[in-house]
């Protein structure tokens, strides 16, 4: 009997959370109409081609596709990389200066982005550089949680094995790609989906930073939408789809590393 | 491979990292105190002190940002954080079927971006056709009356944000000691006493990291008001973030907008030390 009521009310609880989901399928399907409709639809339409098409007309979506894909995957990649390579010189190394440089780069956790917003503007537009890719990517790639992250991994790493290495002769930017990184496949894979999620996801700075619709990424193509007259909340819903179920979709199959990267995320204050 | 080489290895793996934070957050984090210093008009910048300070003491709307932020950390926080230990403890127990589904509810919300559920809930909780006041069959006035529009937002944050936490508490409570709660039942303690003094002394640690990571976070808030209604209606979403957004990139005034940006670390640094002040030391 206590089984049935937990789990019902858990369901209750998951049909609340998974319920606007689904009904953003459903409303992502309609037309702008039929959305308002009374009574709303609740069922997928057959409207999705229709808004993706007005969506393509008036910010030029596929575009936006591409921008956000490869702003999203870049980063993923060399912020993976620079934030990999800082993790192993600070966990592995004992150097002049460590703990000071290191103490450094955690002051990025404690002071919120949003200070940096104008001094950032005033440098992309000092160097021709707003609505280019690098003016998202860049700013971002020493990522204090990634660096703080991969340290943390990487102190784990058997201190031996790259003694043994060094014996062999082995160079040691060899030893990190070859001995240290393949261990650390899992946490690797854990903080690419937590940058790419990042970055999928942001807003403000490419807010200010993009400022024509053809340097737009999906979260600005799709906020730009409302404020018109005649906003066309099917062409919204559907770009809010665009948005959302890629990402929905990655979970289901990497579920794992998904859990992992996020709740990594919670040490990051 | 040379030894001197090798005592430089070090620094060159942590080179990228140092030097894009010294490019991209240091010297602008400088830079965006020494703009706070000076005044804008129009394209011409003139050193003024701490006149920027003086004036966002005597502004009302940032008085009303901060307020419009305070009523979130005091309202919506709290019941979010309740709501995510309940869920918690429900999925932490040995009866709950279906946990798998269970999982997917949780996460779903987590992965959708601010931009994309501010949006969703903007339609779902239109006032005049909306599927929410479709199915609960009042007109609430959601995003259009000050009072309502504060609820919505209420709403969606609780709704990307309740699984995260939850799964944050989770992880702790199955790292919890069992043979505390074996102790605890040999003393007699039933299932309600056992909670309130083996549980949730155990969960403190998590309390303060959700508690800070919200406080953080609410400080911070800009893209779920910017999508839901620009700020309004009459000011009662504005957020630090989006009155700093106003000046610096509407007005384009640079100062008053860095002006705005150092109260905001200011405000999270003295309630970060507070909480952690305050959540420790009952610890």
Redesign the interface.
């Given at each position: 009997m206590?089984?049935v009521m937990?789990?019902s009310?858990?369901?209750l609880?998951?049909?609340?959370?998974?319920g606007?989901?689904y009904?953003?399928v459903v409303?992502a399907t309609h037309s702008s109409a039929e959305?308002?409709?009374?009574?709303?639809p609740l069922l997928p339409g057959g409207h999705l081609l229709d808004n993706l098409a007005h969506l393509q007309e008036t910010v030029g979506f596929g575009r936006t596709i591409l921008n956000s894909l490869l702003i999203s995957g870049l980063y993923t990649v060399l912020a993976g990389?620079?934030?990999a390579?800082?993790g192993?010189?600070?966990a592995v190394?004992?150097?002049r200066g460590?703990e000071a440089?290191f103490g450094?780069?955690m002051?990025?956790l404690?002071?919120?982005?949003?200070?940096?917003?104008?001094?950032?503007?005033?440098?992309m537009m000092a160097w021709g550089w707003l609505n280019t890719y690098q003016a998202i990517i860049?700013?971002?790639?020493?990522l204090?949680f990634g660096?703080f992250l991969m340290r943390q991994t990487m102190s784990a790493m058997p201190r031996e094995l790259l003694a043994a290495g060094r014996a062999d002769?082995c160079?040691?930017l060899r030893l990190?790609v070859r001995v240290a990184l393949p261990p650390m496949r899992p946490a690797l894979a854990a903080l690419a989906i937590y940058l790419f999620?990042y970055q999928?996801?942001d807003?403000?700075w490419p807010?200010?930073a993009l400022r024509t619709t053809d340097a737009y990424t999906i979260?600005l193509a799709?906020?730009s939408q409302?404020?018109a007259t005649d906003t066309d909340?099917g062409a919204?819903?559907a770009g809010?789809a665009v948005?959302?179920i890629p990402?929905?979709v990655?979970?289901?199959f990497l579920?794992r590393h998904?859990?992992s990267g996020?709740?990594a995320g919670?040490v990051?204050? | 491979m040379t030894l001197r080489a090798r005592a430089l290895a070090p620094y060159l793996f942590i080179l990228p990292a140092v030097a894009l934070f010294a490019t991209f957050k240091l010297y602008p984090i400088v830079w965006s105190f020494l703009l706070s210093l000076f005044r804008t008009e129009g394209t011409v910048q003139s050193f003024a002190g701490p006149a920027n300070y003086a004036r966002l003491v005597n502004d009302a709307l940032f008085w009303t940002a901060l307020g419009n932020t305070g009523v979130i950390l005091v309202v919506q926080v709290p019941i979010m954080l309740i709501l995510a230990g309940a869920l918690a403890l429900a999925f932490d127990s040995a009866l709950l079927r279906l946990r798998s589904v269970v999982r997917l509810g949780f996460f779903l919300p987590i992965v959708t971006g601010p931009v994309a559920y501010g949006l969703l809930f903007a339609v779902l909780l239109n006032p005049q056709s909306g599927l929410v006041n479709w199915l609960i069959g009042v007109d609430v006035p959601w995003l259009s009356d000050k009072f309502w529009a504060r609820i919505a937002l209420g709403l969606a944050l609780t709704w990307h944000y309740v699984g995260y936490n939850a799964m944050i508490f989770l992880s702790r409570l199955q790292s919890l000691p069992r043979d505390q709660y074996d102790a605890a039942a040999v003393d007699g303690a039933g299932t309600w006493r056992s909670f309130w003094h083996v549980t949730l002394p155990g969960l403190r640690p998590v309390v303060l990291l959700t508690v800070v990571m919200s406080t953080i976070g609410t400080l911070q808030l800009f893209d779920e008001p910017y999508v839901l209604t620009r700020g309004g209606p009459d000011n009662a979403l504005l957020t630090l973030g989006l009155y700093l957004y106003e000046n610096g990139f509407r007005y384009f005034d640079f100062g008053y907008a860095s002006a705005i940006a150092y109260a905001l670390a200011v405000v999270i640094a003295l309630l970060g030390v507070v909480q952690f002040r305050v959540l420790r030391d009952k610890t």
């Open positions: 206590k089984r937990l789990t009310v858990m369901l609880a998951v049909t609340a959370m998974v606007p989901f009904w953003l409303g959305v308002f409709g009374s009574p709303p990389a620079v934030c390579l800082a192993y010189g600070f190394y004992d150097f460590k440089l450094l780069l002051l990025g404690v002071i919120p982005g949003q200070v940096t917003l104008v001094p950032l503007f005033k440098m860049l700013p971002n790639l020493a204090p660096v002769g160079g040691e990190f999620l999928w996801n807003f403000v807010l200010i979260p799709i906020a409302t404020g909340y919204i819903l809010t948005a959302a990402m929905a990655l979970f289901l579920q998904f859990v996020l709740l919670a990051k204050e | -």
